[in-house]
């Protein structure tokens, strides 16, 4: 799909707050409500926008760590992938799954309400899922939110 610059400010515009409507889109783009919507239909028809989603702050819910896993299945073959996805996409502490490829089989994001929420969570849960062998800790320090190259 070939996008202009009027595109390329609409994605920005909406990566900051895709709660805007269309004809507050349409007056930072200096068109017309009509033509702004005609511009999101298309690009949602397109696949470029893909839903919009609510970011909630973990944070102010109780959550005040994150947590980065490395994991590194022991039993390539005798466990199938399907399997650990399926048993650690039913942990409600562990907010993303990402099949990779390198020195580990998976990177997981996790969330947990201190150190010791987090000990529990790895202890009794994830330590427990089918295949898992190696597992790295990295604590989120900080966490800046960037768009991309748009």
């Not at 298309?42 to 994150?66: D, H, I, M, S, Y």
Request: proline share 3%; charged share 25%; glycine share 8%.
């Amino acid at each position: 799909m070939n996008l202009d610059d009027i595109d390329r400010t609409l994605l920005r515009l909406l990566v900051a707050d895709a709660s805007q409507s269309a004809s507050a889109l349409g007056r930072k783009l200096n068109l017309s409500q009509p033509a702004t919507w005609r511009r999101v239909k298309r690009l949602q028809e397109g696949g470029v926008l893909v839903g919009r989603r609510l970011l909630l702050n973990a944070e102010k819910l109780g959550f005040g760590v994150t947590v980065f896993l490395g994991i590194k299945l022991a039993t390539k073959g005798r466990v199938s992938l399907e399997d650990f996805e399926r048993a650690v996409g039913a942990i409600p502490e562990v907010q993303v799954v990402t099949h990779v490829l390198g020195l580990y089989d998976y990177r997981l994001r996790v969330v947990a309400r201190d150190l010791a929420d987090f000990e529990r969570v790895l202890r009794r849960r994830i330590m427990t899922l089918p295949g898992v062998g190696t597992v790295e800790a990295n604590v989120m320090l900080s966490e800046e939110r960037r768009p991309g190259p748009l």
